[in-house]
């Protein structure tokens, strides 16, 4: 039974998650007889989220795990055939459905790797039915993870490398899946650890967290303080930072550094989560200079940049809502390339360019110098290094899954090739990127078609 | 085995989705003897999203259906005493999760309530660690859900009830799940239907959808035209709209005009993507007067105005990217009373109320005059209705879960309820919340004695 008001979301779930017009489309196109035509699809970003320099691609294994295990059930076909929608669909659609898997190639950009406007994250090389109908699962987990990722990647980048940074997001994230996957991609983008105990499981990873006003609340209104809420925790939980601006922070910590000076209580670190971050967080390490000082509370990179130019004494950070949520990376997935025949689209404001590309990347000494949108079958040339690469041959992986920590590497490396100017937050400039003469005649050629 | 890369989410998963504070907070009130103390918490939100005037309350069944649900299984238990994190927790800490239930109460306004700034959407009353240990996924669905049925009531308001909206935003949503919360959100704050096959599916609905460039592209590659790619899509889809946008807007409209003029072909619907859809959409009229017309393209309440105002003749919107992504609704969940003991907050711009809450909504002819914020055991005035309900009861669901249908009625009354000035998109002015007497006695009270 399909039915489920709950919305409980299953791995089988996965091939109905599409937008009804894939499977028309597919319909369409099985009675056209053109289903099995090969064809190529690009993913790529046109215009950045406001103030994006660069974006770090991220996504690429769950979406790979989706098309590999992508098939339909009976149940499904039976729940789609009972919509009354395929009424006129050939009948072969339905034996399509039931026998069909993936069976296409993808090309792909590794993930962690930084990316600029135009250029494909991923291509599908497919018979025409498939490479269309999982366009919007692609795209929801690349555009998705890439946003978060490159949040990551931007927030680590200002709080420098010996910051701690905690992802705090789940109660904000959009979704409980979507929570799994923004510790992901945060952790791969440059995070230290997430709060998120299912994922950090998963993940093979530890979670990480401090602790809640809730519990100076209710401990201090049935053990009769703060400073009894604080003693409780740290009986159990020795190393955990305390989180000391329930009621007056400096106060609190006044009280801690006694503690601490009279040898009563060893306190490695708290945490501030209101007030003037800065200005408490000074006269904090006044106090308690020998501890770790943690901030929360709506902080993302601009307000990172803020404390420090503040000179507030925070050695971690963290981050929540601004990370997890906020507008989207619109990434689109645009055919390039239909049995042999480079395609592209004229409408205003959104014409893609033909054919089947790469991007060639130019670095010199670790920095990246420009990029190169050219044509697949185009060489690189002696200083370029071409960044799509096969991923997924007839179906089937060609690697095994990286791992986060591989992930995060990489990251760590793209953004250090980028030039100042692409990484600063104020007006940044991206790489440029050139269109290669081959492509540009495609498509000056394509037109005078057209 | 938890660990799992792909971070597939299922049911069994759920309780370790929560922050790690939440579980250690759980491990020092059993330590403390605390953790069957009778606690109530409240969800609230102290600042609404920008120009909002009102939020719509929404994701309570999933919330219950959590609840309900909520256990650990052994191997869940293991993986958390495997991070060496709870090596100083006491013993009763895992008999207690491993047979540990969710056992209290639920008041909630129901789903498809306009509620306004600090007045409780829920409040749990439980024994302390289970109080506490759901904050994170309560947070999380009702958080996301409400954000979606708030801008999806808005753009109904705006549309009017004529309008055809829907749901496409599957492709920019943040995650799989993401995207059938927003499409079950967005039904019940007032769409008339989503694109997501497994949302509506799930939810007993027909999905709705036109078709994409990319057919056009592909047919049109190989068949000839654009005109065969709609003749190939009407053959088998004959009421399905077209997308005419590929190319040339204008003409095309114009060669389908002739062709339904000749009685050549039946044509029910075009989609416009791109472009000045004002200007088109009124030129397609002109040519094809009988026809459905619908737009799409990051589109919001704003742009429907916009549109609407400069006179378009838009029968029905694609609603996507601004629906299902953008800055999130902030709820907050906060220890009210513990032991019978009321607890406040009293951080810097973060104070909370005391007490178990009650919302006393005063309404004559259907209209919203005022709220008043009170004690849960205060009574109604003769023209006041208590909006929190009781949903759970020990741990057991009160009713069966609402349809759709029953939420989407919900909230077309509420917003009809509300006075002009609210419902404005510019500078809403929010309906007057009142704090009653017994509460802010208990306010000053309770700050008097601290």
Redesign the interface.
């Known amino acids: 039974m399909?039915?489920?008001?709950?919305?409980?979301?299953?791995?089988e779930?996965?091939s109905?998650?599409?937008?009804?017009?894939?499977?028309?489309?597919a319909?369409?196109?099985v009675?056209?007889g053109?289903e099995d035509?090969p064809?190529s699809?690009e993913l790529f970003v046109r215009h950045f989220p406001d103030k994006f320099g660069y974006l770090i691609a991220m996504g690429l294994?769950?979406a790979l795990?989706y098309l590999e295990k992508l098939h339909f059930t009976n149940q499904q076909l039976e729940?789609?055939q009972n919509?009354?929608?395929?009424a006129?669909?050939?009948a072969k659609f339905w034996s399509l459905l039931e026998s069909g898997r993936f069976t296409g190639d993808v090309w792909a950009v590794s993930e962690g790797t930084a990316i600029f406007a135009n250029e494909p994250l991923l291509r599908v090389e497919a018979p025409?039915w498939q490479a269309?109908l999982v366009?919007?699962?692609l795209?929801?987990?690349i555009?998705?993870q890439t946003l978060i990722a490159t949040k990551a990647a931007r927030m680590r980048d200002v709080a420098g490398k010996d910051a701690i940074l905690l992802e705090?997001g789940?109660?904000?994230?959009?979704?409980?899946?979507?929570?799994?996957?923004?510790a992901?991609a945060a952790l791969a983008g440059g995070l230290d650890s997430t709060?998120?105990?299912?994922?950090?499981?998963?993940?093979?990873r530890?979670?990480?967290?401090?602790?809640?006003?809730?519990?100076v609340?209710?401990?201090?209104?049935?053990?009769g303080s703060e400073d009894d809420a604080f003693s409780?925790?740290h009986?159990?939980?020795?190393t955990?930072p305390l989180l000391i601006?329930?009621?007056?922070t400096i106060a609190a910590a006044e009280r801690l550094a006694e503690k601490v000076k009279a040898g009563k209580m060893e306190v490695t670190g708290v945490r501030l989560?209101?007030?003037d971050l800065a200005e408490l967080s000074k006269k904090v390490r006044s106090l308690l200079p020998d501890i770790t000082i943690f901030a929360s509370g709506d902080l993302d990179e601009w307000e990172i940049v803020r404390l420090k130019e503040a000179g507030a004494c925070i050695d971690g950070y963290g981050l929540g809502?601004k990370l997890?949520?906020?507008?989207?990376v619109?990434g689109v997935?645009?055919?390039v390339e239909?049995?042999g025949?480079p395609?592209?689209?004229?409408?205003?404001?959104?014409a893609t360019y033909p054919g089947r590309k790469q991007i060639f990347r130019c670095q010199e000494n670790s920095q990246i110098l420009s990029d190169r949108l050219g044509l697949a079958q185009e060489t690189a040339n002696s200083n370029e290094q071409p960044l799509l690469e096969l991923v997924m041959q007839q179906g089937k992986p060609v690697n095994p899954?990286e791992?986060?920590e591989t992930i995060q590497k990489r990251t760590q490396a793209s953004v250090a090739s980028l030039p100042p100017e692409t990484r600063r937050l104020n007006d940044p400039i991206p790489v440029p990127v050139n269109i290669s003469n081959a492509l540009e005649s495609l498509r000056l050629s394509w037109i005078a078609n057209?």
């Open positions: 399909i039915e489920d008001q709950q919305l409980i979301l299953s791995t779930d996965y109905l998650l599409t937008d009804l017009y894939q499977l028309t489309m319909a369409c196109y009675g056209e053109l035509k064809a699809f294994a769950q795990d729940a789609l919509t009354g929608i395929f006129h669909a050939p025409l269309q366009e919007t699962y795209l929801n987990t555009n998705y705090f789940t109660r904000r994230a959009f979704s409980p899946q979507g929570s799994l996957w923004a992901r709060s998120n105990v299912l994922a950090a499981l998963k993940l093979g530890k979670p990480s967290g401090t602790m809640a006003h809730s519990l609340m209710a401990i201090g209104a049935i053990e409780a925790f009986r159990y939980f020795p955990a601006d329930t009621y007056d989560d209101s007030g809502t997890v949520t906020g507008s989207p619109n997935y645009k055919i239909i049995d025949i395609t592209m689209k004229q409408s205003s404001k959104k899954p791992t986060i057209h």
